[in-house]
């Protein structure tokens, strides 16, 4: 069965510092992989996605992510957090022969220290 | 601006109340998904609907049901509110290609049941 595993459930990091969140999937078939981020009471929105190509994509507000085939992973990466980062972070897996419905991670909330 | 939107923001139901929790988006996408977050936990997929025709469950339980008889909107139905169905409700839509493209998310509804 395909699944997501966010380990991390909630990391503190200091403003300025740098950022590393983990996501690691279950899929038999090549993954589209996607990072969502969810500020406090609103819906989600997409940072960055993986369909194929490069295996370090870049998203929106200076995140990146890589695909690790041989690890089963997508880590998404931010070299310089601001204090406006602060919120919960999302991986998904998009199950493309199932009507692009995606399977979630438990998400990873993320506080900064000034 | 594009967006989807959803309706109510908050209700609080009674045990063995319905509702119904309104979705529209006006991007004319072909794909609309219902979602349910509970606390501390990633979404998990309640319905996705294919067109204005095509509906399918997804790995919540039946205790919900949907319609989707125009592109624009994708209502969920909640028949005798159980506490368990307490949950922030989300929707999405994306455009063919399903997990090829990005899901837009709407604002969510926070459902209390009592």
């Known amino acids: 069965a395909q699944s997501v595993t966010q380990p991390d459930i909630h990391i503190t990091v200091s403003e300025g510092a740098s950022l590393e969140l983990r996501c690691n999937y279950s899929?038999?078939?090549?993954?589209?992989l996607f990072w969502y981020v969810q500020s406090p009471g609103q819906g989600l929105q997409l940072l960055l996605k993986?369909?194929?190509?490069?295996?370090l994509v870049q998203g929106i507000k200076g995140f990146e992510a890589e695909f690790k085939r041989s690890q089963s992973s997508f880590n998404l990466r931010k070299p310089s957090v601001h204090w406006s980062d602060a919120a919960e972070y999302f991986c998904?897996?998009?199950?493309?022969?199932?009507?692009?419905?995606?399977?979630f991670g438990q998400g990873t909330e993320l506080s900064v220290k000034p | 601006n594009a967006s989807v939107t959803q309706t109510p923001k908050f209700r609080i139901l009674k045990i063995g109340q319905s509702m119904t929790l309104q979705c529209a988006q006006d991007?004319?996408?072909?794909?609309m998904y219902w979602y349910r977050q509970d606390p501390g936990m990633g979404l998990k997929l309640i319905y996705y609907?294919?067109?204005?025709?095509?509906?399918d469950k997804g790995e919540v339980p039946n205790v919900y049901n949907v319609s989707r008889s125009t592109t624009e909107d994708f209502p969920l139905r909640l028949e005798l509110a159980a506490p368990s169905q307490t949950s922030v409700y989300f929707c999405?839509?994306?455009?063919?290609?399903?997990?090829?493209?990005?899901?837009?998310f709407g604002p969510g509804t926070r459902l209390t049941v009592l």
């Open positions: 999405a839509s994306t455009s063919s290609g399903g997990a090829l493209r990005e899901q837009f």
């Open positions: 899929y038999g078939a090549t993954p589209y």
């Open positions: 993986y369909f194929s190509g490069d295996t």
């Open positions: 998904a897996v998009g199950l493309y022969n199932q009507g692009g419905k995606l399977i």
């Open positions: 991007m004319n996408h072909n794909y």
């Open positions: 609907s294919v067109g204005a025709v095509i509906t």
